[in-house]
């Protein structure tokens, strides 16, 4: 069936480094969706992309959508320890409702203050 | 808007027990489900509703029954608990069932012993 495979798992990074994680469909997209899980937390919608080689971005995080729809990325410009909590991807195939929203497993980012 | 309630946080259970977990939304939103979460494994997807009165099976669905009998409650029955459902258990809708950013309660910690 459809995966949606995420990269990297865990990711420790020192304050003010970069960071990025990687998203992939086996199939494509309808559009992918972001949401970050603070420690403890719930999953927080973040953004959702739609067009092919889409760019979106939010104060120091951008999003891409692949021109393949079937790839995607989040990357944080100099993270700070508010940015720590795990950050899912869930892509959407085409034609299927929420009902087939395939969530990534997530990547944890630690942040060293 | 109080959004997306559930009830209880936590609860521990014996095997063979039944529950059910409450899940209550105050948006008008017409697409409604439940999610688990399990170190490790993502979010899965165990059953959803595009309606009242209309559910279906997600990834994960053995053991777990739905109903769906108005917009605003979809509760999650755990008919006889086993120690493999322990886990968080997250209930999300969305105002579409399609292109619309899941909005999840703050879960439901369980524990079967």
């Known amino acids: 069936g459809q995966q949606v495979m995420q990269i990297p798992q865990y990711q420790h990074v020192q304050e003010g480094e970069d960071f990025t994680t990687y998203c992939n469909s086996s199939?494509?997209?309808?559009?992918i969706q972001w949401y970050k899980q603070r420690p403890g937390g719930h999953p927080v919608f973040l953004i959702q992309l739609v067009k092919s080689g889409e760019v979106k971005k939010q104060k120091r995080l951008t999003f891409q959508f692949g021109e393949a729809k079937k790839n995607s990325s989040l990357h944080i410009t100099a993270t700070q320890t508010t940015d720590v909590g795990t950050y899912f991807c869930a892509g959407q195939r085409r034609g299927g409702s929420q009902g087939n929203l395939i969530f990534g497993k997530g990547t944890k980012l630690s942040v060293k203050p | 808007n109080a959004g997306v309630t559930q009830t209880p946080k936590f609860q521990v259970l014996k095997t063979g027990q039944s529950m059910t977990l409450q899940c209550a939304q105050d948006?008008?939103?017409?697409?409604m489900s439940w999610y688990r979460q399990d170190p490790g494994m993502g979010l899965r997807l165990i059953h959803y509703s595009v309606g009242a009165g209309i559910t279906d099976q997600g990834e994960v669905p053995n053991g777990y029954n739905v109903s769906r009998s108005t917009t605003e409650d979809f509760p999650l029955r755990l008919l006889s608990a086993a120690p493999s459902q322990t886990s968080v258990y997250f209930c999300?809708?969305?105002?579409?069932?399609?292109?619309?950013?899941?909005?999840f309660g703050n879960g439901t910690r369980l524990t079967v012993t």
């Open positions: 948006m008008n939103h017409e697409y």
């Open positions: 199939t494509t997209l309808s559009n």
């Open positions: 999300a809708s969305s105002y579409r069932q399609t292109n619309s950013p899941l909005h």
